[in-house]
Protein backbone atom coordinates (compact mmCIF):
# COMPACT_ATOMS: atom_id res chain seq x y z
CA UNK A 1 0.00 0.00 0.00
CA UNK A 2 1.33 3.77 -0.97
CA UNK A 3 0.19 4.90 2.17
CA UNK A 4 -1.90 8.26 2.56
CA UNK A 5 -0.86 10.30 -0.07
CA UNK A 6 -0.78 14.06 0.47
CA UNK A 7 -0.33 16.63 -2.45
CA UNK A 8 1.11 19.15 -3.38
CA UNK A 9 4.37 18.28 -0.79
CA UNK A 10 4.62 22.47 -1.14
CA UNK A 11 2.24 25.45 -1.83
CA UNK A 12 3.66 28.56 -2.00
CA UNK A 13 0.79 31.77 -2.76
CA UNK A 14 0.17 35.19 -2.10
CA UNK A 15 -2.16 36.46 -0.01
CA UNK A 16 -5.96 36.12 -1.00
CA UNK A 17 -5.61 33.37 -3.33
CA UNK A 18 -7.54 30.05 -3.13
CA UNK A 19 -5.49 26.79 -1.84
CA UNK A 20 -6.61 23.52 -2.20
CA UNK A 21 -4.97 20.71 -0.76
CA UNK A 22 -5.76 17.00 -1.68
CA UNK A 23 -5.70 13.56 0.06
CA UNK A 24 -6.10 10.18 -0.25
CA UNK A 25 -6.34 8.28 2.47
CA UNK A 26 -5.34 4.08 2.72
CA UNK A 27 -7.83 2.22 0.64
CA UNK A 28 -10.33 0.45 3.29
CA UNK A 29 -10.00 2.98 5.47
CA UNK A 30 -13.30 4.80 7.22
CA UNK A 31 -11.98 7.51 8.87
CA UNK A 32 -9.69 10.54 7.40
CA UNK A 33 -8.42 13.56 9.63
CA UNK A 34 -6.93 16.83 8.66
CA UNK A 35 -4.61 18.40 11.10
CA UNK A 36 -2.57 21.50 10.97
CA UNK A 37 1.15 21.72 12.58
CA UNK A 38 2.18 25.46 13.60
CA UNK A 39 5.30 26.12 15.87
CA UNK A 40 2.94 28.23 18.24
CA UNK A 41 -0.07 25.66 18.07
CA UNK A 42 1.26 22.73 17.50
CA UNK A 43 -0.96 19.64 16.08
CA UNK A 44 -4.55 20.72 16.00
CA UNK A 45 -7.13 18.46 14.31
CA UNK A 46 -9.27 20.52 11.84
CA UNK A 47 -12.36 18.41 11.07
CA UNK A 48 -12.89 14.47 10.42
CA UNK A 49 -14.71 12.20 7.86
CA UNK A 50 -16.23 9.04 8.80
CA UNK A 51 -17.79 6.97 5.49
CA UNK A 52 -17.42 10.16 4.23
CA UNK A 53 -19.20 12.38 6.37
CA UNK A 54 -17.81 15.06 8.36
CA UNK A 55 -18.13 13.91 12.30
CA UNK A 56 -16.84 16.76 14.02
CA UNK A 57 -15.36 20.36 12.21
CA UNK A 58 -15.33 22.21 15.40
CA UNK A 59 -11.66 22.74 14.61
CA UNK A 60 -12.11 24.15 11.51
CA UNK A 61 -10.70 27.88 12.37
CA UNK A 62 -12.86 30.14 10.33
CA UNK A 63 -15.17 30.09 7.14
CA UNK A 64 -12.60 30.27 4.57
CA UNK A 65 -11.37 26.72 5.58
CA UNK A 66 -13.73 24.08 4.22
CA UNK A 67 -13.33 20.46 3.85
CA UNK A 68 -14.99 18.02 1.26
CA UNK A 69 -15.12 14.23 1.12
CA UNK A 70 -16.93 13.39 -2.45
CA UNK A 71 -15.82 9.92 -2.22
CA UNK A 72 -14.07 7.06 0.43
CA UNK A 73 -10.25 7.59 -1.76
CA UNK A 74 -10.40 11.66 -1.90
CA UNK A 75 -10.89 14.80 0.36
CA UNK A 76 -9.68 18.37 0.06
CA UNK A 77 -9.18 21.40 2.24
CA UNK A 78 -10.01 24.62 0.59
CA UNK A 79 -8.58 28.03 2.12
CA UNK A 80 -10.31 30.74 0.13
CA UNK A 81 -9.16 33.36 0.53
CA UNK A 82 -5.81 32.59 2.26
CA UNK A 83 -4.03 34.47 4.66
CA UNK A 84 -0.41 34.45 5.63
CA UNK A 85 -1.16 33.11 9.05
CA UNK A 86 -2.45 30.03 7.55
CA UNK A 87 0.80 29.25 7.19
CA UNK A 88 1.30 25.84 8.17
CA UNK A 89 1.99 22.29 7.79
CA UNK A 90 -1.51 20.35 6.75
CA UNK A 91 -1.01 16.64 7.48
CA UNK A 92 -4.17 14.12 6.13
CA UNK A 93 -4.36 11.11 8.39
CA UNK A 94 -6.67 8.07 7.73
CA UNK A 95 -7.79 5.22 10.31
CA UNK A 96 -10.07 1.89 10.11
CA UNK A 97 -12.14 2.08 13.60
CA UNK A 98 -9.96 0.80 16.85
CA UNK A 99 -6.77 1.35 15.29
CA UNK A 100 -4.04 3.56 14.16
CA UNK A 101 -3.88 7.20 12.60
CA UNK A 102 -2.06 6.57 9.48
CA UNK A 103 -0.20 9.80 8.95
CA UNK A 104 0.31 11.53 4.81
CA UNK A 105 3.87 13.27 4.57
CA UNK A 106 2.11 16.59 4.65
CA UNK A 107 2.10 19.79 2.81
CA UNK A 108 3.90 22.75 3.62
CA UNK A 109 1.73 25.86 2.82
CA UNK A 110 3.41 29.76 2.72
CA UNK A 111 1.33 32.16 2.25
CA UNK A 112 2.97 35.84 0.99
CA UNK B 1 -12.30 17.49 28.13
CA UNK B 2 -9.47 14.67 27.85
CA UNK B 3 -6.14 16.42 28.10
CA UNK B 4 -2.39 15.17 27.23
CA UNK B 5 0.78 16.85 28.83
CA UNK B 6 4.28 16.42 27.78
CA UNK B 7 6.39 18.32 30.70
CA UNK B 8 9.30 18.47 28.59
CA UNK B 9 9.51 20.32 25.96
CA UNK B 10 13.51 19.68 24.79
CA UNK B 11 15.41 17.11 25.74
CA UNK B 12 19.09 16.25 24.79
CA UNK B 13 20.91 13.14 25.60
CA UNK B 14 24.28 11.48 24.49
CA UNK B 15 24.65 8.47 21.68
CA UNK B 16 24.50 5.39 23.29
CA UNK B 17 22.42 6.76 26.62
CA UNK B 18 19.13 5.64 28.15
CA UNK B 19 16.28 7.66 27.49
CA UNK B 20 12.58 7.85 29.24
CA UNK B 21 10.02 10.58 27.45
CA UNK B 22 6.94 11.30 30.23
CA UNK B 23 3.33 11.42 29.17
CA UNK B 24 0.35 12.40 31.61
CA UNK B 25 -2.93 12.35 30.58
CA UNK B 26 -6.17 13.81 31.75
CA UNK B 27 -9.36 11.07 31.00
CA UNK B 28 -12.20 9.58 33.10
CA UNK B 29 -11.47 6.32 31.98
CA UNK B 30 -8.14 4.67 30.60
CA UNK B 31 -7.88 5.58 26.85
CA UNK B 32 -6.55 4.36 23.94
CA UNK B 33 -2.54 4.97 24.19
CA UNK B 34 0.19 5.90 21.54
CA UNK B 35 3.45 7.07 21.18
CA UNK B 36 4.34 9.03 17.81
CA UNK B 37 7.65 10.25 15.95
CA UNK B 38 7.95 12.90 13.85
CA UNK B 39 11.31 13.49 11.63
CA UNK B 40 11.89 16.66 10.13
CA UNK B 41 10.10 17.23 7.04
CA UNK B 42 8.20 14.10 7.55
CA UNK B 43 4.60 12.86 8.76
CA UNK B 44 3.64 11.48 12.03
CA UNK B 45 5.12 7.48 12.07
CA UNK B 46 3.19 5.34 15.20
CA UNK B 47 6.00 3.89 17.46
CA UNK B 48 3.58 2.08 19.59
CA UNK B 49 0.48 2.01 21.41
CA UNK B 50 -1.38 0.33 23.95
CA UNK B 51 -5.13 -0.81 24.42
CA UNK B 52 -5.55 -3.14 27.06
CA UNK B 53 -3.27 -5.99 28.57
CA UNK B 54 0.14 -6.09 29.35
CA UNK B 55 1.53 -2.94 30.61
CA UNK B 56 4.57 -2.77 29.05
CA UNK B 57 4.14 -2.44 25.58
CA UNK B 58 7.00 -3.11 22.70
CA UNK B 59 7.34 -1.02 19.76
CA UNK B 60 9.64 -0.07 17.06
CA UNK B 61 13.09 0.87 16.42
CA UNK B 62 13.69 -0.26 19.99
CA UNK B 63 10.97 1.60 21.87
CA UNK B 64 8.78 0.66 24.87
CA UNK B 65 6.07 2.30 27.33
CA UNK B 66 4.86 1.49 30.12
CA UNK B 67 0.91 2.39 31.31
CA UNK B 68 0.74 3.25 35.04
CA UNK B 69 -3.17 3.54 35.98
CA UNK B 70 -2.38 5.30 39.01
CA UNK B 71 0.09 7.92 37.77
CA UNK B 72 -2.27 8.26 34.47
CA UNK B 73 0.55 7.95 32.99
CA UNK B 74 2.94 6.73 29.57
CA UNK B 75 6.05 6.77 29.67
CA UNK B 76 8.16 6.11 26.53
CA UNK B 77 11.40 4.54 27.20
CA UNK B 78 14.71 3.61 24.98
CA UNK B 79 17.83 1.90 26.55
CA UNK B 80 20.61 2.91 24.37
CA UNK B 81 19.41 6.01 21.97
CA UNK B 82 21.09 5.86 18.52
CA UNK B 83 21.77 9.62 16.20
CA UNK B 84 18.68 8.39 14.17
CA UNK B 85 16.32 8.63 17.12
CA UNK B 86 16.23 12.36 17.04
CA UNK B 87 12.72 13.98 16.09
CA UNK B 88 10.14 15.07 18.13
CA UNK B 89 7.91 12.49 19.98
CA UNK B 90 4.10 13.11 20.55
CA UNK B 91 2.02 11.07 23.09
CA UNK B 92 -1.65 10.95 22.01
CA UNK B 93 -4.95 9.45 23.70
CA UNK B 94 -8.32 8.72 22.41
CA UNK B 95 -11.33 7.66 24.14
CA UNK B 96 -12.08 3.74 24.25
CA UNK B 97 -15.88 4.34 23.56
CA UNK B 98 -17.10 6.98 21.45
CA UNK B 99 -15.23 8.44 17.78
CA UNK B 100 -12.06 7.93 16.50
CA UNK B 101 -10.38 11.59 17.99
CA UNK B 102 -6.68 11.88 18.81
CA UNK B 103 -5.97 14.20 21.27
CA UNK B 104 -1.85 15.20 21.04
CA UNK B 105 0.47 16.45 23.58
CA UNK B 106 2.50 19.56 22.29
CA UNK B 107 5.21 17.08 21.78
CA UNK B 108 8.78 16.55 22.78
CA UNK B 109 11.82 17.17 20.56
CA UNK B 110 15.22 15.08 21.04
CA UNK B 111 18.38 15.79 20.16
CA UNK B 112 21.10 13.24 20.15
CA UNK B 113 24.94 14.83 21.00
CA UNK B 114 27.64 12.13 19.68
Known amino acids: DAGVIQSPRHEVTEMGQEVTLRCKPISGHDYLFWYRQTMMRGLELLIYFNNNVPIDDSGMPEDRFSAKMPNASFSTLKIQPSEPRDSAVYFCASTGRRDEQYFGPGTRLTVT | AQSVTQPDIHITVSEGASLELRCNYSYGATPYLFWYVQSPGQGLQLLLK??????LVQGIKGFEAEFKRSQSSFNLRKPSVHWSDAAEYFCAVAPIFGNEKLTFGTGTRLTIIP
Open chain 2, 50 to 55: YFSGDT
